[in-house]
């Protein structure tokens, strides 16, 4: 069975992008340009997020989303990557529990080798 990963950012080139690569790999993509998608983490069921910090439309930030979702599920394993441009983006996502974070522009061999790295076995 593919590994599901649920990427949420709204740069819909990225989105683009990081599903051709992931379906590439192997993964069972699920994209969302907006946090709504984080509503249904649970159903969802990701082995692992990449989530963008700024999401342009969306009533929460990336990290927040991150901060809910590992309050509400504090004994599920939602491994959280944080991948952002922001200048801080080491401090924010210790700040929200976020598992790891890339910073943009990324590498992409080294956003795929993070993922795997995170994906629980």
Known sequence: MAKRILIIDD???ILEILDIIFKDEGYEVIIS???????YVHQ???DVMLLDVRLA???KTGDEI???IKNAYPSELFPIILVSAEANISSIAN??????FVSKPF???KLIKKVEELIPT
Do not use: K, L, Q, V
């Open 11 to 13: 740069d819909e080139d």
């Open 33 to 39: 340009n907006t946090g709504h998608a984080a509503e």
């Open 44 to 46: 969802i069921n990701p």
């Open 57 to 59: 439309g969306s009533e």
């Open 66 to 68: 991150c901060r809910e």
């Open 95 to 100: 700040c929200c529990g976020a598992d790891a």
């Open 107 to 109: 590498d992409i061999f």
